[in-house]
T-cell receptor, first 114, second 116 residues
């Protein structure tokens, strides 16, 4: 079994400030890691993913995340946020064996203020 | 590429009626589709995994006779909520994986179901 923990339910930040959204996972097998963004009343859009290779992954909209196996973390970062980044962000994992269904964290609401 | 659509985007129905939601992969073939449910201000919970041409695999606690899933082609999966009740009101989201790929899921825009 696997699980995903997003410790911060809400992260308020001012425009142009840096932000980090935290994600930790637990799994007995190797996993693939994902960050998705959800705008109000919409489905999910893939921001970035880690499958293998370089632990620093760059995604769309200026976001990046770093996979840290020893700390079982996959934190999402952006050096300078915009108002348009206000949304719900979900961290998710898939185990590299067995079922292919995503296990999601509880989500973090990023609120960018002017 | 890799666009997934859902229809309808929202639906309101009376208690006791059935509602069908369609999930289509528009520009790719999807061997596997997933159905999720999301309650307000909560995360997505997997309901079932649907493979083309075979019976869906339901998660524990999800009633297969209430949530009927059909995946008759590589581009279409349907979820029918039978005898809907107010507690079934939720945001239903489907996703699909590319044939030959098993990691990235592409999500539909979701369907808001309100049962009166």
């Amino acid at each position: 079994a696997q699980s995903v923990t997003q410790l911060d339910s809400q992260v308020p930040v001012f425009e142009e400030a840096p932000v980090e959204l935290r994600c930790n996972y637990s799994s007995s097998v190797s996993v693939y890691l994902f960050w998705y963004v959800q705008y109000p009343n919409q489905g999910l859009q893939l921001l970035l993913k880690y499958l293998s290779g370089s632990t620093l992954v760059k995604g769309i909209n200026g976001f990046e995340a770093e996979f840290n196996k020893s700390q079982t973390s996959f934190h999402l970062r952006k050096p300078s946020v915009h108002i348009s980044d206000t949304a719900e962000y979900f961290c998710a994992v898939i185990s590299d064996t067995g079922r292919r269904a995503l296990t999601f964290g509880s989500g973090t609401r990023l609120q960018v203020q002017p | 590429g890799a666009v997934v659509s859902q229809h309808p985007s929202w639906v309101i129905c009376k208690s006791g009626t059935s509602v069908k939601i369609e999930c289509r992969s528009l520009d790719f073939q999807a061997t596997t589709m997933f159905w999720y449910r999301q309650f307000p201000k909560q995360s997505l919970m997997l309901m079932a995994t649907s493979n083309e041409g075979s019976k869906a695999t339901y998660e524990q606690g999800v009633e297969k006779d209430k949530f009927l899933i059909n995946h008759a082609s590589l581009t279409l999966s349907t979820l029918t909520v039978t005898s809907a009740h107010p507690e079934d009101s939720s945001f239903y989201i489907c996703s699909a994986t590319l044939a030959g790929s098993t990691d990235t899921q592409y999500f539909g825009p979701g369907t808001r179901l309100t049962v009166l």
